[in-house]
């Protein structure tokens, strides 16, 4: 019990006050509203760089943010939540591959343009992005050279981008691949399944903010798939969101979000079609 107390007693406690600067700071720069019930989640995931800063007190660490916004990278990194694994919500997977790639290759090929874009805006620590891209190259096959495509996947942590193209993963990570896709894809070394080149080299991972007033992209996506981000933004800042992404798709192009999210679509014209999937009108 002795060991237990310690461990207790060394944790840096936070004030109301703090709590809630250290919320406005997270909202303002990254959009996340974090409400009272993530409290322990903020003090137990700041403590180590705060002791690593030799700080005693979380207003030190405020001042400092202050001081030096660069350290909101570390801040990003650290209140950022990044579950996943590979086929989260299987479902949107097949109906990408089986109802909507053909629909897309049928419009561009009518375009005279052999070119697919999709992004996916949460990349995490890259399962989502791995799986999107294994669909689209399963999907064209023997035709996947005659096209112009590939994926942007972008993230707010780069901890996780980094976890992303190193691109191995424990089996239960994988669990629900099949074994032909695994053998396709992935080499098994040390306990790990890694991604083949093949499909890594398909995919441009980059580090992106999605509170950035405008996107530097230069639009015309197919897909763009941001799944499990907006629960933790409040109805503005969704609104926000839906509209750039709205202005980032081609006409009749497609956003995924996740299953537990919806958009109010007040000010961007989407149309629901699918269980989480909604088309630009």
Known sequence: MAGVT???????????SEFR??????YENFGISLGESKKSLVIGRLQKVL???KFKKFQEYIDYLHEHPEALTELANRVSTNHTFFYREYDHF???????LPEIKDLRIKQGKRKIKLWCAAASKGDEPYTIMIHLMRFLGRDYSLWETGLLATDISEDALREAIKGAYLPERVEKVDKITLGEYFDYENGMYVVKDVLRNEIMFKKFNLMTPKFP?????????????MIYFDEQTKEDLA???FDQLRPGGYLF???????????????????AIYQKA
């Open 257 to 275: 979000v996740g299953h537990s999210e919806t958009l109010a679509c007040t000010h961007a014209p989407f149309k629901h079609v699918k269980s």
């Open 217 to 229: 992209f230069s639009g015309d996506f197919d897909a763009i798939f941001c799944r499990n981000v």
């Open 51 to 53: 002791r690593a800063r």
């Open 243 to 245: 509209k750039k992404m």
């Open 94 to 100: 097949e109906i990408f591959e089986k109802e909507l």
């Open 6 to 16: 310690s461990i207790i007693s060394n944790v840096i406690p936070i004030t109301d």
């Open 21 to 26: 600067h250290i919320c406005d700071i997270v």
